[in-house]
């Protein structure tokens, strides 16, 4: 049986997480027990918003996706190139749509993988096409995202609250400490190949190469560490992000 297989039926045993930390972090930062809960209606995930990669040598990706408004969008992307690209932006056929660059891009010149993640919040419903424009030519490319709703409006930091970028090899992880009650937890793994999500993660897009998102609806208090994972061997980049409900 592969290793692959073997952490994949781990995972669906429930035999804690899938390699990594064995500890549900659903608790204070300090350490102490917090009571705030979510004001407003929970988060919910609504669909995929962009599942693709491509390995045709470009700078650009497009893609198409549906949205409703007002709804949180966030996406992992990737490049695959020797030299780390200094920028990367998504625009949008419809000129309302802002997406907001989260963290770094992170990675490495000797996997050549890189990657970081990109926010919005809808302006409207509808069908879009989008590009994702790199600063440089990318040997692959990668787009995994999600879409909330429930979540805050405001956008930007406020929205997309906490994030981390990992670049690794082996099991992909990531970790951020909420600020707020109920926060929505989301990760993606890219440069696989991915075989498994964290326990108490839902799978969400595959982009048919072992790249994938995942996400997280908690009622966890804030100042939750809360972590992220996939189960993975091989060089990769993970990037999670911690949404905000409404209030």
Same mark, same amino acid.
């Given at each position: 049986m592969s290793l692959r297989v073997v952490l994949a039926a781990l995972s669906l045993a429930g035999c804690g997480r899938i390699g990594f930390d064995a500890e549900r972090d659903a608790r204070a930062a300090d350490g102490s027990a917090t009571t705030d809960t979510p004001a407003g209606a929970p988060i919910t995930w +609504?669909?995929? @918003?962009?599942?693709?990669?491509?390995?045709? *040598?470009? &700078? *650009?990706?497009? @893609? !198409?996706? !549906?949205?409703?408004?007002?709804?949180?969008?966030?996406?992992? +992307?990737?490049?695959?190139?020797? *030299? &780390? /690209?200094?920028?990367? #932006?998504?625009?949008? &056929?419809?000129?309302? =749509?802002?997406?907001?660059?989260?963290?770094? %891009?992170?990675?490495?010149? #000797?996997?050549?993988? =890189?990657? *970081?993640? +990109?926010?919005?919040?809808?302006?409207?419903?509808?069908s879009v096409a989008f590009l994702v424009t790199w600063s440089g030519s990318c040997i692959e490319t990668i787009e995994l995202g999600d879409e909330f709703a429930n979540a805050d409006p405001t956008g930007g930091a406020t929205t997309f609250e906490a994030h981390d970028e990992v670049n690794g090899n082996g099991n992909c992880t990531g970790s951020v400490t909420t600020l707020h009650a109920g926060d929505a937890i989301w990760s993606a793994c890219s440069g696989g190949p991915v075989s498994a999500v964290d326990q108490g993660f839902t799978k969400s897009a595959d982009d048919g190469v072992q790249d =994938?998102?995942?996400?997280?609806? !908690?009622?966890? /208090?804030?100042? #939750? %560490?809360?972590?992220?994972? @996939?189960a993975d061997t091989g060089d990769n980049v993970a990037t999670t992000v911690a949404i905000r409900p409404a209030s």
């Open positions: +609504v669909r995929t @918003f962009v599942q693709q990669a491509s390995g045709s *040598t470009s &700078q *650009t990706a497009p @893609f !198409t996706a !549906t949205a409703n408004a007002g709804d949180a969008i966030v996406i992992h +992307v990737f490049c695959k190139t020797a *030299t &780390q /690209p200094t920028s990367v #932006t998504i625009s949008a &056929q419809d000129t309302l =749509w802002s997406f907001v660059r989260l963290g770094s %891009i992170v990675g490495n010149t #000797t996997s050549m993988h =890189w990657a *970081t993640e +990109v926010g919005a919040i809808a302006p409207a419903s509808g =994938w998102s995942e996400y997280e609806l !908690t009622t966890d /208090p804030a100042g #939750t %560490i809360e972590d992220a994972g @996939f």
